[in-house]
């Protein structure tokens, strides 16, 4: 059965609702069994030797680990001091800049996309087009998860730690703790907008590496807004980039020891579909016009 919108008669007459309500089922239906057997290829653990971290990954994550322990001392209260006294048209724009950090930028657009894949990938398409959309799915499936994952983790992770965030009266006082409460205000270590902008800066450089330097000037852009607008201190800032950056490469590796999207050898990404042959996959389901050529 070909997943398309049931079409208007001759007369222009809309589609019965009867009609759409099959469509609608055919189509939910399709999305929970792609879903179900995907994830059925993604949890089982992979073999310890393809998550196992590197020395020169063990070397950075220690030494930025001392970077966070020595911004704390050394760093923490003079940035907050400096950013309660800068002058407004200063913080004004990160005000705005710092938004862009929320992990609903790239969640729900993957998130959207992945599902859609997911309905309308079908038996009744042609091996070619099944192929692209697959390989589609793949990518924004690792793109979601790699976001997700370390979001996630920071989500609840923070509100364990219960750092107090510099805008609160102890501003000055970068070991006020509260931990285990569940409160925003004292939920300032890791930061999780920094997580969210590290972790969407490395896997979508991973897959298209002529964006890196791009997306990792918007990391470095959502990362200072943090500190400028009184929401982290230096030092959670860098312990969520830390976990934005370990969680995507986890997720990256995961998907490699699947021979999804990465090389096992070099994580280097396989080369994606080409515009030609997505458009002409697009077609076959149902959508636009198909190229003269592939």
Known sequence: MMLVPPKQTHSMQPARPETWARWRHALLKTALQNLE???????????????????????????????????????????????LHAPSWFKAPFEEITNFGLSGWFLVPFGIVTLALAAIISPAL??????????????????????????????????????ARPFIAAHDNP?????????????????????????????????????????????????????????HHPSDVIAGALVGVGGACLVRRWFAARRLVFRTRDLAAYPGPSWRRIKAALHDVGFGHSPTNI
Do not use: C, N
């Open 37 to 83: 057997k995907w994830l059925r290829i993604l949890a089982p653990v992979p073999r310890a030797s393809v998550l196992r971290p590197h020395v020169p990954a063990i070397a950075a994550t220690v030494a930025t680990l001392a970077i966070v322990v020595v911004a704390m001392f050394k760093v923490d209260v003079a940035a907050s001091e400096w950013s």
């Open 126 to 163: 042609s091996r070619m087009t099944q192929s692209v959309l697959l390989a589609l799915a793949a990518r924004f499936g690792f793109l979601f998860l790699a976001v997700g994952v370390p979001g996630l983790f920071v989500a609840i992770v923070k509100r364990l730690i219960g750092r």
């Open 175 to 231: 070991f006020a703790y509260k931990p285990f409460i569940w409160d925003p205000a004292w939920a300032s270590m890791p930061s999780g907008h920094s997580t969210t902008a590290a972790s969407a800066a490395l896997a979508i450089g991973a897959i298209w590496p002529s964006t890196r330097w791009v997306m990792w000037l918007y990391a470095v852009a959502i990362m200072s807004s943090r500190v400028f607008v009184l929401a």
